[in-house]
């Protein structure tokens, strides 16, 4: 394996935990280093094109970005794979990897929403698109059925969220998408998943929405 492997993180980002999910779960061995994302060190930007985080540093040298990218290297370079092998099946979940980007996006919209009507229209999005993720899901534990995959360190986070979200001030009914919570269930029965984030993960993220104007953060950093 190429050593050493560095994350530059942000503590609360879901895109992160992602990585961490995947190094966790191959038993990669791994550096973490966090940043202030409203105030990032001035070498930030000469690493990450995008201004975002995850950026993975390889041998001190080469930076990769994008979590979804940072995973399959991290696979590929920690055998065996959690990837597919058949060609379609593999087109298959990165495509839904790429719709659990658009539902992280969604979830934190809710989170942030400046009024009540655009947390109500952000939600209406994500009920759609957990209704669709419902009914790809099969029987489990997890997305491809037997096997864990990169798939399952993709939606870890935002099933944590949710989780976190419904406990205290409820969005919809978690009976509603027994598949989706029994995958959740699964997820966070992980070590992988539950040592992603510092423990006091929860209390962290409503600091970091009570530092949020709008009627989303004050919802949310109340719970």
Same mark, same amino acid.
């Given at each position: 394996? &190429?050593?050493?492997?560095?994350?530059?993180?942000?503590?609360?980002?879901?895109? /992160?935990?992602?990585?961490?999910?995947?190094?966790?779960?191959?038993?990669? &061995?791994?550096?973490?280093?966090?940043?202030? +994302?409203?105030?990032?060190?001035?070498?930030?930007?000469? !690493?990450?094109?995008?201004?975002? /985080?995850?950026?993975?540093? *390889?041998?001190?040298?080469?930076?990769?970005?994008?979590?979804? *990218?940072?995973? @399959?290297? !991290?696979?590929?370079?920690?055998?065996?794979? +959690?990837?597919?092998?058949?060609?379609?099946?593999?087109?298959?979940?990165?495509?839904?990897?790429?719709?659990?980007?658009?539902?992280?996006?969604?979830?934190?919209?809710?989170? %942030?929403?400046?009024?009540?009507?655009?947390?109500?229209?952000?939600?209406?999005?994500?009920?759609?698109?957990?209704?669709?993720? =419902?009914?790809?899901?099969?029987?489990?534990?997890?997305?491809?059925?037997?096997?864990?995959?990169? /798939?399952?360190?993709?939606?870890?986070?935002?099933?944590?969220?949710?989780? +976190?979200?419904?406990?205290?001030?409820?969005?919809?009914?978690?009976? =509603?998408?027994?598949?989706?919570?029994?995958?959740?269930?699964?997820?966070?029965?992980?070590?992988? *998943? %539950?040592?992603? *984030? &510092?423990?006091?993960?929860?209390?962290?993220?409503?600091?970091?929405?009570?530092?949020? @104007?709008?009627?989303?953060?004050?919802?949310?950093?109340?719970?």
């Amino acid at each position: 394996m &190429p050593m050493p492997l560095k994350l530059i993180s942000f503590d609360l980002c879901p895109f /992160v935990q992602r990585s961490v999910i995947t190094l966790r779960y191959k038993k990669a &061995p791994y550096e973490i280093e966090y940043i202030d +994302l409203e105030n990032p060190p001035a070498w930030f930007s000469r !690493v990450s094109p995008t201004g975002k /985080v995850p950026v993975l540093e *390889v041998d001190g040298n080469t930076h990769l970005f994008e979590s979804a *990218v940072i995973n @399959e290297y !991290v696979d590929d370079i920690t055998p065996p794979t +959690l990837k597919p092998a058949d060609p379609l099946t593999l087109a298959f979940n990165r495509a839904w990897i790429e719709f659990g980007s658009t539902a992280i996006i969604d979830q934190y919209r809710i989170m %942030t929403a400046e009024t009540e009507q655009d947390m109500e229209d952000h939600q209406a999005s994500a009920l759609a698109g957990l209704h669709r993720l =419902e009914a790809q899901l099969g029987q489990g534990p997890w997305f491809n059925g037997a096997d864990f995959s990169l /798939v399952d360190a993709a939606f870890a986070p935002l099933l944590m969220r949710y989780r +976190l979200m419904n406990a205290s001030t409820p969005l919809f009914d978690e009976d =509603e998408f027994p598949r989706i919570k029994a995958w959740g269930d699964q997820l966070l029965g992980l070590d992988a *998943v %539950t040592g992603s *984030v &510092p423990d006091d993960f929860p209390q962290r993220l409503r600091h970091y929405l009570s530092g949020k @104007e709008g009627y989303g953060p004050k919802r949310f950093s109340n719970a």
